[in-house]
């Protein structure tokens, strides 16, 4: 075992207590194995009426060795509070870590530049290796090079991206005046270039999301588009629910229930009035407010888990009643053949009159689906928008101090009711816009949509990124979202890797990856609020 | 006699606040002079805090009326309004036992959020803000302006952008009512301002109280245990003993009462009954 390796290396009064460790963990082995080889390692199956007796030997030992890490771990770490620093020796930072993350970095940039630019790059690596290995792990490989060569490439674009951002704001710095104090010398040294690492991010993401349709030029290209619009579309809602969560700390689990209106308002005009969707894209979200004010005024005086609880019964219940007002919503089969977005009146079709036709290309499905991408992203954007010019408003700044101190806040003149109302309503409205796209994305809507998983899914988004971080959100859903694309080939293992990453995430970031907390209004210079001195808000 | 030309500004009668069997503060009647520092004072449990939160709406009282009279001549009924219009219309502002700051805002930004009346009126369901104009930002940087004058006149303005939770004990509570001033309030109620303070720092706090009565004409209703801050700055002086009324007067009537000595101090019950007699009760 892994212990062998650092007993020898450690030279610490832990010396001992690794060796009991070992010898504790043997014995969990041989009581785990005597316990799984007759639970798990013989199995019975009826095969045609005779009973036939099966070994699964190697999941018992699986299961074995497991439990004997896993109690090694424990005991090391936890019951005995040995310090990883302990046993390596010498205590780690992250700066320890940052000329490796430099040198991965480096890496990836060079494989993904190689990959992205050199055409049949990535079949020449694959083949070498393979040939290296040996036939039977081509599969393998051809996997772990897609993977590794798509994060790769991932990386090289936003890179390149960020630097372009960089270089574009020190440009237009260099051509506008200066602005007093500032020194013009510093523009090129290498700090200018690397600081303010998180606003070029945003810049990076934002140049690549644009161009994004043309980077994955190809046979790929329709795939690559759909999941994109997949991950804006949960960026949308998540940033649309950090307006509810985040910023007014109320908790709500019912938060798909106003998708669903959004996206039924949409369906049910567009079907019954043949209204377009830039008509009903602003009565769906009006829709969608008037149901969370709705749902605000019963809430009002509910906190925390009551809130949860309450808010969580509303999705539900527009849910079922989605399902069974067949007349209208037409039940458990939903709405089918809903008109989906034209080009401001230009249809996506072969016709003469035809989107392709009257600009000069060749007719492509792919030409609808950029369209809907570059739609989802304007709706995302303009969310963004709104939300980030809230913050600095009155209305933001009452949401905030809602949530840090409910109150404070009504002794100072504040009206909780409209403020609370008007979280949600405006939380709801967002999700009423990303509603309606999806079902003119969809064409066809069912009950089925909206189920608690989604509202779950969202909700993650938002905690993972960080309350109240919008770019925290961006991750989040580019992770979630994305990761379970990503990781499709590795089929059920995607879950358990999904699963797994949550939890890393929050035993190492508990409060979100973006923590810290943006000022809305700086007198002399901005300083990041430290995630411990703001409140979650208790509903 | 005659009545003066302006009532005054707090007037409370027979206020009465029952939570269950048990009667929290019993038939309280005072009044509260324009300009004045009025102190409430009385040992603990005795129902300060619980009249406090009558008069700025966070208990509805049993019985009973609280008065507010604006200079201008408008009264407000307290007891029947709610609680964000006591501080947004009768322009009541209150600090905290407590201190409850927006702890992950900055400095600034709470004394912003105190002026979001001021600033919501410039901009209806923010409608000027969201779409920039020009009179929404004039209003916010006027805004700015008078959150820096408060700032400077607590000694903060360095401290403007740190998180409020960061600041040190003694600057929390002064930012909490820095922030109750920038409400711009007639009366401001400050629940034990003085509570874990330094002597130093509690004799700065007695400055800048009497600096706001004179410079802004603020009144002033206070609760405290400290005696050096009570005594010190206090024009007028009620004693509250198990909800009840003990005393009421001038600093150096109060610290003489035979009651309030009783109250505090504690006597024996002959003793009691003695000096009652004394002063025919």
């Keep these: 075992m892994t212990a062998a390796g650092e007993l020898s290396k450690a030279d610490t009064p832990s010396q001992s207590i690794l060796g009991e460790a070992v010898r504790d963990a043997i014995l969990t082995a041989l009581i785990a194995f005597a316990l799984f080889g007759s639970l798990v390692g013989f199995k019975t199956e009826s095969v045609q009426n005779v009973l036939v007796l099966t070994t699964r030997w190697g999941d018992a030992i699986a299961l074995t060795l497991a439990v004997a890490v896993g109690r090694f771990l424990l005991d090391v770490f936890v019951w005995r509070g040995l310090a990883p620093t302990d046993v390596i020796g010498k205590s780690l930072s992250f700066e320890d870590f940052k000329p490796v993350l430099k040198a991965v970095a480096a890496a990836l940039y060079i494989v993904g530049a190689a990959f992205f630019l050199l055409e049949g790059s990535r079949a020449g690596v694959e083949q070498a290796l393979s040939s290296l290995a040996g036939a039977e792990w081509r599969g393998a490989i051809r996997t772990l090079v897609s993977l590794v060569g798509l994060l790769a490439m991932g990386v090289f674009v936003l890179i390149t991206a960020m630097v372009v951002a960089r270089l574009g704001r020190l440009a237009v710095r260099a051509i506008a005046p200066a602005a007093e104090g500032e020194k013009r010398s510093a523009v090129f040294t290498w700090q200018a270039i690397t600081g303010d690492l998180m606003k070029e991010f945003a810049m990076g993401l934002l140049i690549v999301a644009i161009l994004l349709p043309i980077l994955v030029a190809g046979p790929q290209q329709r795939y690559a588009v759909d999941t994109a619009i997949q991950v804006v579309t949960y960026i949308m809602l998540g940033w649309g629910l950090n307006v509810v969560v985040g910023l007014a700390g109320l908790l709500d689990l019912g938060y798909v229930a106003f998708y669903a209106v959004g996206a039924y308002s949409y369906a049910l005009i567009a079907t019954q009035f043949g209204w377009s969707f830039w008509v009903c894209l602003p009565l769906a979200g009006i829709f969608a407010a008037l149901w969370g004010i709705l749902l605000g005024f019963p809430v009002l005086r509910l906190r925390g888990d009551y809130l949860a609880i309450v808010t969580l019964a509303f999705g539900e219940i527009i849910r079922v009643v989605l399902i069974n007002w067949y007349s209208v919503t037409g039940g458990p089969n939903g709405i089918n053949r809903i008109p989906q977005v034209n080009f401001f009146g230009i249809p996506f079709d072969r016709s003469e009159t035809g989107f392709a036709a009257l600009f000069g290309l060749e007719f492509s499905s792919v030409h609808r689906i950029i369209f809907f991408y570059y739609v989802i992203l304007a709706l995302a954007l303009f969310t963004n928008v709104v939300t980030m010019r809230l913050r600095r408003l009155p209305i933001g700044r009452a949401w905030e101090a809602m949530r840090e101190d409910e109150i404070a806040c009504r002794s100072l003149g504040i009206n909780i009711v409209t403020t609370k109302l008007s979280a949600f309503a405006i939380g709801a409205a967002f999700a009423g816009f990303a509603g309606s796209f999806f079902a003119t994305r969809q064409g066809f809507i069912s009950p089925e949509s909206f189920t608690f998983h989604e509202s779950a899914l969202v909700l993650a988004i938002v905690v993972l990124g960080g309350l109240g971080s919008q770019m925290g959100v961006v991750i989040a859903s580019i992770v979630l979202i994305g990761s379970s694309e990503f990781f499709r080939d590795l089929e059920e293992y995607r879950m358990l890797i999904f699963g797994g990453s949550m939890v890393a995430l929050m035993t190492w970031r508990p409060r979100g990856l973006i923590a810290t907390r943006t000022p809305s209004v700086i007198l002399k210079e901005s300083k990041q609020i430290a995630a411990a001195n703001v409140q979650e808000g208790r509903g | ?281």
């Design chain 2, 1 to 281: 006699m005659m009545r003066e030309a302006l009532p005054d500004i707090l007037d409370v009668q027979h206020l009465t606040m029952r939570f269950g069997g048990l009667t929290a503060v019993d038939s309280l009647s005072f009044t509260a002079r324009r300009g004045d520092i009025t102190s409430i004072i009385g040992p603990n449990g005795a129902g300060k805090t619980t009249v406090f939160n009558c008069i700025t709406g966070f208990y509805k009282p049993t019985e009973g009326m609280i008065r507010l009279n604006h200079a201008s001549g408008e009264s407000f009924l307290l007891e029947r309004m709610e609680g964000h219009q006591i501080a947004a219309k009768a322009r009541v502002a209150r600090t905290f036992q407590n201190i409850r700051l927006f702890g992950g805002m900055t400095v600034l930004e709470n004394l912003l959020v105190a002026q979001h009346r001021a600033l919501t009126g410039i901009s209806p369901l923010s409608i000027a803000g969201l779409l920039g104009l020009a009179s929404f930002k004039r209003a916010q940087a006027e805004a700015i302006d008078f959150a820096c004058y408060w700032l400077e006149r607590i000694g903060l303005i360095e401290r403007a952008d740190d998180a409020a939770a960061e600041l040190p004990y003694g600057d929390q509570r002064r930012l909490e009512i820095a922030r109750a001033m920038c409400t711009r309030p007639v009366l401001l109620c400050l629940d034990e301002p003085a509570a874990g303070l330094n002597p130093r720092e509690s004799a700065d706090l007695n400055q800048l109280l009497l600096w706001m009565k004179e410079e802004h004409g603020l009144s002033i209703l206070l609760i405290e245990h400290d005696m050096g801050v009570v005594m010190g700055i206090s024009d007028h002086i009620v004693v509250l003993d198990y909800g009840r009324k003990i005393s009421d007067g001038t600093p150096a009537f109060v610290r003489d009462d035979p009651h309030v000595i009783a109250a505090y101090l504690g006597v024996e019950d002959e003793e009691l009954a003695e000096a009652e007699a004394e002063i025919d009760l």
